[in-house]
């Protein structure tokens, strides 16, 4: 049985990878989009694959306390071939065969009995509760599980959008930079520029290319972590097509909050912790609490397997037990006492995630506000970055600037570009994160 099991659990994850791939290889053509990424993602993760057949065993627990509530009948069926047995002289008058209480040479004995628990003290309920909410429980795990794998998603997916607009913003200052250096060395070799202007140039060309071979490792390094996070062979490629755009939302705290509180899986993990914790207390109440139960049996004997269920040769009996627990060498209050400890901790544990969920909401916002207004600023101050660069070249061209002017307004313009693309992932991340926060999936946003 556990062989078959893993056979098949074997089987599901290698199509589930082998479509995940294929889905992968066709969509690298054209690029895949944060939306199939995330599918991938989620498909593929190892942890969601994990916390399913968590959900399955949670459920199965749930069928196992409800079989509690349900009578237990049992078909029994009995040979035994004795040496020698007792005899007696049946005259005719008993009801019931009178050798069946001295014995067959080839006893034969069939019975069905059934049982059925009238009431347990409350510890069936208490346990059907306990396997309900557990089951929840790990529904509420996965969804924290998917949420997380799709805030990871977007992070390095928008973090490759990151290094590759910091590349090209890297490519184009060392572009700037060595055209600067061929023009400075031409006015150098007219006799109109300095030695000092081209060695100034040279090393700004050197000083600069640093910058981007760093940008070119830092693709290299995330697209290893996406290619992980997506299940990819780590020997192919992945390629991405999407931009660092943010639509910018209004910032409604409040109302984050209350959403926050009400479906965020964490939140719920606490509220159902705080309850199985409850339904504990119970469940160790009721080894104190009289118990009681029902049983019914029938049954037939007979030397001959073909003449068995007839009225001389059956029997049946009906019985009723209640059980009154008197000492139990304290065993119970001790129980009651750890249930109810655990009970006390985990509204504590509540109370206090209560309180960070707040933090976690109120931190959100910030960075978006902080986010937006760095978007702001430096969209602005694009324009006039650019513009100082044009002044300072014709400023130089014409003599009146210096060369350093030239540099240092390269390098203003190409640090502006990069705080305004570091603000969109930076905003982007922000409100993917505020949606994690608040229990909002991918999908299922209005």
Not at 14 to 43: C, D, P, R, V, W
Not at 173 to 189: F, I, T
Not at 282 to 293: C, D, H, L, R, V
Request: aromatic share 10%; proline share 1%; with cysteine.
């Amino acid at each position: 049985m556990v062989k078959r099991k893993l056979i098949s659990f074997l089987i599901v994850v290698f199509i589930s990878y082998s479509s995940s791939y294929a889905e992968i290889s066709e969509n690298n053509k054209s690029g895949l989009s944060i939306e199939t990424a995330i599918q991938i993602a989620i498909q593929s993760n190892k942890s969601i694959q994990m916390q399913k057949t968590e959900i399955q065993k949670s459920y199965a627990d749930k069928l196992y306390a409800i079989s509690n509530f349900l009578p237990k009948a049992d078909l029994n069926y009995k040979f035994d071939y004795y040496d020698a047995v007792l005899s007696s002289t049946d005259t005719g008058t008993s009801r019931k065969d009178s050798r069946i209480f001295q014995g067959y040479e080839s006893d034969n004995t069939l019975s069905i009995t059934v049982a059925q628990d009238l009431f347990k003290g409350g510890a069936h309920i208490a346990n059907f509760k306990e396997a309900d909410l557990k089951f929840q429980s790990q529904k509420e795990t996965c969804r924290a599980t998917v949420l997380e794998v799709e805030f990871d998603t977007q992070r390095l997916f928008y973090g490759l959008l990151l290094a590759y607009e910091t590349r090209r913003i890297a490519r184009d200052l060392v572009g700037q930079a060595e055209a600067h250096y061929e023009e400075v060395l031409a006015k150098y070799k007219q006799g109109t520029a300095s030695r000092f202007d081209v060695l100034q140039s040279k090393v700004q060309v050197s000083r600069l290319m640093p910058e981007l071979i760093d940008a070119e490792n830092s693709i290299r390094i995330i697209k290893e972590e996406f290619k992980k996070l997506l299940g990819v062979d780590m020997r192919e490629d992945v390629n991405i097509k999407g931009e660092l755009y943010h639509k910018q939302i209004e910032i409604k705290e409040e109302m984050f909050l209350t959403e926050a509180y009400e479906r965020r899986p964490e939140m719920k993990l606490k509220s159902l912790g705080v309850d199985i914790e409850k339904w504990g207390i119970e469940f160790a109440k009721s080894s104190g609490i009289p118990q009681a139960t029902g049983n019914f049996e029938y049954y037939a004997r007979s030397n001959n397997v073909a003449d068995m269920v007839n009225e001389r040769h059956d029997n049946w009996s009906i019985g009723f037990k209640v059980k009154i627990p008197i000492f139990d060498g304290l065993s119970t209050p001790a129980r009651i006492d750890v249930a109810r400890a655990r009970y006390a901790y985990a509204k504590l544990d509540k109370e206090d995630y209560v309180d960070q969920i707040a933090v976690d909401v109120r931190k959100a916002c910030i960075d978006l506000e902080d986010s937006q207004s760095i978007i702001i600023a430096q969209k602005d101050s694009i324009v006039e970055a650019k513009e100082a660069l044009r002044l300072s070249e014709v400023r130089y061209n014409t003599g009146v600037g210096i060369n350093l002017d030239v540099l240092d307004a390269q390098v203003a313009l190409a640090q502006i570009e990069q705080s305004l693309a570091e603000a969109r992932y930076d905003y982007i991340m922000a409100k993917a994160n505020l949606d994690r926060v608040m229990g909002r999936e991918f999908f299922k946003e209005e």
